[in-house]
């Protein structure tokens, strides 16, 4: 299906897409039964039946199923539609690493630019952590088993370098609103007893953040929506919106609020440069022996990431893989997205590289592989906003922070939407300006050379042994606005 529709005010906006159904788009998604991916369930949109909405929210990833979530919470009453382009979970909802991570999106240094108070970001942060529980109480309360568990956070350093950044990482959370008895600094000996690995050099270990398999809280959440009659409309593209409408299927369908929650998908229909696709690729080990998790000693099965430049993040699955994942494949010209997520080999090989330096001198299989398109504002902060004149809202620029925050982004559109005072608006997302990216073929350049930069600097950083981060990180840093 093609559609092609002008845009006259930038409350408009259009798209050309197509249609299909795919359950390859992850380890996640593929490892559970059909039904329980594609459920018997699915609503067929019928423009003749379903002509108006009190709430029409685009795009089924996560931040959709939550926000709809919370507003069927506060109005059982209310009718309210999700149109989905491909199925529940196809975007990066259905392909993350499965993080709820204690990580507030967005860069603290970007946001006091903007005039954002260090007490607001404080907030952010103690919502961001409070996030993880709010999570789990409504998975206990919904009975949506998604193997949570919350088993911390262990931040790895491999080279002096990076142990140094712990330090200042451990100093700058403390400031932005980690309590002091939160984050612990680890010495090379103390690191060790939770990984054992001589390429570990120091750690930071965070008291919060759990690991989910995100399609199964996907899933659950439409499955919970579902029985409380909101409409889940799949393989169902919005191609344009606006003020009380969205155009699905060729049929106007009226709205009084209309939220759009496509992430990295948003560019193709908004059209304004203020959020691109930026992949990030998965791999998944087949599952791996008792003999292992007590060689490397990763038994309190907390989450795992490094401080590389170019770094991976990992977690421990109820099934006993490595979910690993990292930043091959950044970025596609012209900002297409990631597709059905198939991986390049060449990217492929690089994560089990890395993933083989973390954990050496242990073979260790491949089970699967795919990659995603994360939402990147060129600030990387993110934005929550509802137009009290049009009541047409937008949230996105989670990047690769998104599980936790998509809840809390969630419940702060309910307020909006409800007309709720609410403190959530001190959050710094709140109506966040986010400046545009550069035209092509600038923009694919720039992100390009920053992982190159990164890529290097990380050799540097290895290849010298020495405790100073190198002067060519922080080039690439500011080409790419993360400085
Ligand atoms: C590989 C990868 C690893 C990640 N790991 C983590 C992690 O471990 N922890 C973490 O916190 N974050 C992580 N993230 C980020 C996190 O997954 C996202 O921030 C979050 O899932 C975004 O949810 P969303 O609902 O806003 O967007 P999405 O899940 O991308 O959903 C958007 C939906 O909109 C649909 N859509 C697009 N256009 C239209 C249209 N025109 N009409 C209707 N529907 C449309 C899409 O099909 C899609 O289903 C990762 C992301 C990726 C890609």
Redesign the pocket.
Known sequence: MTYAFKTNTNLFYS?K?KTMSHNNISFWVKSLPEHTAFNANAQTFDAQVHQHFDVVI???????LWLAYYLNQAQPHWNIAI????Q??????????????PHMPGIVSKMLKAGISQENIVFFQQQVTATIAEVRQVCQKENIDCDLHEGGLLTIAMNPAQATRLHKLKQHDHQFGYPQDEIEYLNQTQAQTHLNSNNVKAALLFKHGARIQ?AKLAFGLRDCLRTRGVKIFEN????AFGKQHVQVQGQKVSANYVVS?????SD??LKNRKIIPV????ITTEVLPEAFWQRFGWTQKYLLNDQSHQFF?AQRTRDDRIVF?GRGAPYQFNSVD?GHGHLDNATIAQLQHKLAAVFPEYPIAIAHAW?????VTRDWCASVSLSPNTQVGH??G?????????NLAARHMATKVLQQQSELERLPWNNFQNPTWETEPFRWIGIHSMYRMLGWADQIEYRKQQPQTTALASIAYKICGLN
Request: some cysteine; charged content about 5%; hydrophobic content about 35%.
């Open positions: 798209l897409t685009i795009g089924a990833g996560f931040t959709g149109f989905e382009a491909q529940v979970a196809y975007g990066a909802s259905g392909r993350n690493g499965g993080w709820l991570s995100p169902s593209p919005v191609t929650c496509t992430e990295g998908y193709a229909l992949n990030s690729s998965i993040y994942g990631a990659k995603g398109s994360l939402g949230v996105y989670f990047a690769g922070h998104g599980v936790a925050g998509t």
